[in-house]
């Protein structure tokens, strides 16, 4: 593959994962796969800002051979420690051992506990600069989004935000720029990535917009550690960020569910019906059926959730319980809630249901609705009309 130039004298040296499918373990789907991005920066001083996953250290490696000797590298910038980042490092390393490289405390003491290597690391803090000759490095930390030893790299000169995870996408796509792209593919991909991510760390996303904003730094690109970079319209993806760390919502009701033997995925279907009759938009998903990932992408700017579950052991279903937990981890705000199932002999389902939401933080505005076996006609329109009642809290 021939140098990829994004600026002038600045290249892109990362890796294209087309197969990833799974990440952090099986937590997130990634159907369309990712990129692990790094940059190297031709100047008095060649610096590499960030690594890629250890198994792609070779195709790195010849990414940067393409521009340079590695033995050149005189920088090394880590902004993140995780591993889909820094997996690489060991190996780059030993192709320029006089690199010099550059974190925050915590990324040190997280690459040593990862790698356990002796090197030159020289601590950095919100506004710690590093000259590289006609270009000047500056760094933010950026604790907790979404790792403690996060941190941005601000480059003045070219007006370019690299800040690592931050404003990225798991897109895998031979194209780099968000005007060579379906920018409809990478926003649905930004919204997962922010959802699944991110979203618990909500209200230090938009302090740190807020902070660098206080900071006057003009920012012309913005070239994460994954996907596609934004040149064309970098507001695009600042704003989105900002809506939803301030948890925006609208009217939207997300519908979700496991049946045992579709009693209680026919209560879902009338329910919605009756929210579809209300003009609410709204999504069903069977979560034995659906990617979760998604599920937890039309969440973020949802703001009513109402759960479903067959009654097992006087509690929900093992998946939609997993669901919940997780769920209850990003930590939504200003969302409303209500729970329904089917039940057999003693219900139980519901009410744990109620509690997770509860736990959640979300708003229950109506009872559960619970029916033994399968419902009949009149609870089928019962039903449709708590779809509808609750479409009525949507609207306030
Ligand atoms: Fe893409 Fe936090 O790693």
């Given at each position: 593959m021939s140098k990829i130039e994004?600026?002038?004298?600045?290249?892109?040296v990362g890796a294209t994962d087309?197969?990833?499918?799974?990440f952090h373990g099986h937590t997130y789907?990634?159907?369309?796969g990712s990129t692990y991005n790094a940059y190297l920066i031709i100047d008095e001083k060649i610096t590499l800002v960030d690594t890629v996953y250890g198994p792609f250290a070779g195709e790195m490696l010849e990414n940067i051979k393409q521009v340079i000797d590695?033995?050149?590298?005189d920088y090394i910038i880590?902004?993140?420690?995780?591993t889909d980042h820094s997996g690489a490092l060991p190996v780059i390393i030993k192709f320029c051992p006089n690199a010099k490289v550059f974190g925050t405390q915590k990324c040190k003491e997280g690459l040593y506990k990862n790698y356990y290597g002796n090197w030159d690391f020289q601590i950095v803090k919100t506004g710690d600069k590093l000259e590289l000759g006609k270009r000047t490095l500056m760094f933010v930390e950026a604790p907790?989004?979404?790792?403690?030893?996060s941190m941005f790299t601000y480059c003045p000169e070219e007006e370019m935000?690299?800040?690592?995870?931050?404003?990225?996408?798991?897109y895998a796509s031979s194209k780099i720029f968000?005007?060579?792209?379906?920018l409809n593919f990478v926003m649905e991909e930004a919204v997962k990535y922010y959802a699944n991510i991110l979203w618990p760390f909500s209200s230090l996303v938009v302090k740190k917009i807020e902070d660098v904003v206080k900071m006057g730094i003009p920012i012309k690109i913005i070239a994460p550690s994954h996907g596609i970079i934004w040149r064309k319209d970098p507001m695009k993806i600042i704003n989105a960020y900002l809506s939803w760390g301030k948890n925006e919502t609208k009217k939207k009701i997300v519908v979700v569910y496991e049946t045992m033997w579709q009693s209680t995925e026919k209560m879902a279907k009338k329910i919605v019906n009756g929210i579809i009759d209300s003009g609410i938009e709204v999504k069903l998903f069977d979560i034995n059926q659906a990617d979760r990932t998604e599920v937890v992408g039309e969440m973020l700017d949802s703001k009513g959730f109402i759960i479903g579950s067959s009654t097992h052991n006087n509690d929900m279903l093992v998946t939609i319980a997993g669901f919940l937990e997780f769920l209850k981890g990003l930590k939504p705000k200003n969302r409303i809630g209500c729970a329904f199932g089917s039940y057999g002999w003693s219900g139980g389902a519901v009410k744990s249901i109620e509690n997770i939401l509860k736990e959640t933080g979300?708003?229950?505005?109506q009872p559960g609705i619970q029916f033994k076996y399968v419902p009949d006609e009149n609870e089928s329109k019962q039903c449709y009309e708590y779809g509808k009642n609750f479409a009525d809290k949507i609207m306030l």
């Open positions: 994004i600026k002038n004298n600045i290249f892109w087309w197969n990833v499918k799974k789907n990634t159907k369309r590695p033995s050149r590298i880590a902004n993140h420690v995780e907790m989004l979404h790792w403690p030893d935000l690299l800040p690592n995870d931050a404003f990225g996408q798991h968000d005007d060579e792209v379906d979300i708003e229950i505005v």
